[in-house]
């Protein structure tokens, strides 16, 4: 059982943006959530029950360096794409190539093809993966396939937190929301002198808090 503190700055996002959410602030600085393979496994092991499809391939993540590169090549592309669907004015965001971005996410979700499984009695489809893929290959494109539905909706809810020195995103799920978290939009935060940034929060995450998801996914 793994008590690892695990990185969720916004946890109730969709998991592409909880991807792009691996970049945070605070007041020390700009900071990786998944810099090494061992975070990016705790990261895989916290989000799982959030792909249902894959929660047991996630899981079983135990992602190399090669792997690394590619969440990470993945993750700056989302959020080169965010900013430019966003008009996101913030500094971080100035410098996108979404040509680029929009061909290492096709990249990532082709990495993995799915097709539609039965399942009964549920009467469910989820998706299936060849059997040997790797399960760092298989989160790496279900959580890119999910990208996509998320940027081409017509009525998308993606946004940029503007709260000062926030650099994180978020799928807007209520009329009147404009920040990524209470804290970001707290009044006092708001002040033009001096700007801060915000901690984000550690969430621990234990398997055995995972185990009612451990039943929804096939090998």
Wanted: glycine fraction near 4%.
């Amino acid at each position: 059982m793994s008590t690892e503190p695990v990185l969720l700055p916004t946890p109730d996002e969709p998991v592409p943006v909880l991807l792009m959410n691996t970049i945070w602030a605070d007041t020390a600085g700009v900071h990786d959530a998944i810099a090494t393979p061992q975070q990016l496994t705790a990261w895989l092991d916290a989000v799982s029950p959030r792909l249902p499809a894959i929660a047991a391939a996630a899981r079983r993540a135990r992602p190399d360096k090669g792997d690394l590169a590619q969440f990470q090549r993945l993750r700056d592309a989302l959020r080169d794409l965010a900013a430019e669907l966003t008009d996101d004015p913030r500094p971080h965001a100035a410098h996108r190539n979404v040509t680029r971005a929009a061909r290492e996410v096709n990249e990532a979700s082709g990495a993995a093809p799915s097709w539609p499984r039965l399942r009964w009695p549920s009467r469910a489809a989820v998706p299936a993966v060849p059997a040997r893929t790797r399960p760092a290959t298989a989160a790496l494109s279900a959580i890119a396939a999910e990208a996509v539905g998320l940027l081409v909706a017509s009525d998308t809810t993606l946004r940029a937190c503007l709260a000062p020195g926030c650099v994180l995103y978020f799928a807007k799920d209520h009329p009147r929301r404009e920040w990524c978290s209470a804290s970001c939009g707290n009044p006092s935060r708001q002040l033009p002198s001096p700007p801060h940034r915000r901690t984000a929060q550690t969430v621990v995450i234990q398997r055995r808090m995972w185990a009612v998801g451990s039943d929804v996914a096939e090998p």
